[in-house]
């Protein structure tokens, strides 16, 4: 059963452009919500978290909107450049429990 | 101050063999958690080490076994390796397991490891 599902698999957008990645989950208890950043021959890296708490949370060109009822988040990197091209991962958890992740977006963005 | 180190980068081995990876966590942190990533996949998470036991474990058969040392470093053993055990290996570290503080992971580079 997979607890986290995310979209699209890939995503091409030009410089300049907003990139939007979607994520919904399915357990109501998760109350963490963070997106990791990888790039090729690294590990993932923590971008951006929220809790549920909140609707939107902002970092820069990077924000993060929570929707609770619809058990839906997403992520908008806005002024998208060449050097966000990467794999973005969408991940949840309980209190204290194992982060769980989607399958992946690759992100590239077009020059 | 480093960050999460991992060794070895890469690995070959032939199905049947035994494999053991190693994980020194970021300067401070207590909590080893360890993950496998399929190509083109998600990292799934395997178990979680905290005081030099496993706190938490994931979806994954016994072959797979893990220790940490006082130290707080780590390490993965998997047995009897098969075709599909082909993966990269990721060492998180994280802080106050227990204490809500091991959702900040930090990842190292990970192992890739090839079973032929």
């Known amino acids: 059963q997979q607890q986290v599902k995310q979209s699209p698999q890939s995503l091409i957008v030009q410089k300049g452009g907003i990139s939007i990645i979607n994520c919904a989950y399915e357990?109501?208890?998760?109350?963490?919500f963070p997106w990791y950043q990888q790039f090729p021959g690294k590990g993932p890296a923590l971008l951006i978290a929220?809790?549920?708490?909140?609707s939107e949370k902002k970092e820069g060109r990077f924000t993060i909107s929570f929707n609770k009822s619809a058990k839906q988040f997403s992520l908008h990197i806005m002024d998208s450049q060449p050097g966000d091209s990467a794999t973005y991962f969408c991940?949840?958890?309980?209190?204290?429990?194992?982060?769980?992740f989607g399958k992946g977006t690759r992100l590239h963005i077009l020059p | 101050d480093a960050g999460v180190t991992q060794s070895p980068t890469h690995l070959i081995k032939t199905r049947g063999q035994q494999v053991t990876l190693r994980c020194s966590p970021k300067?401070?942190?207590?909590?080893v958690s360890w993950y496998q990533q399929a190509l083109g996949q998600g990292p799934q998470f395997i178990f979680q080490y905290y005081e030099e036991e496993e706190r938490q474990r994931g979806n994954f058969p016994d072959r797979f076994s893990g220790h940490q040392f006082p130290n707080y470093s780590s390490e993965l053993n998997v047995n009897a390796l098969l075709l599909g055990d082909s993966a990269l290996y990721l060492c998180a570290s994280s802080l106050e397991a227990g204490q809500g503080g091991s959702e900040k992971l930090f990842f190292g580079s990970g192992t890739q490891l090839s079973v032929l």
């Open positions: 929220i809790r549920p708490d909140v």
């Open positions: 357990n109501t208890a998760f109350d963490y």
């Open positions: 300067s401070g942190h207590d909590t």
């Open positions: 991940a949840a958890s309980r209190w204290d429990d194992k982060i769980i």
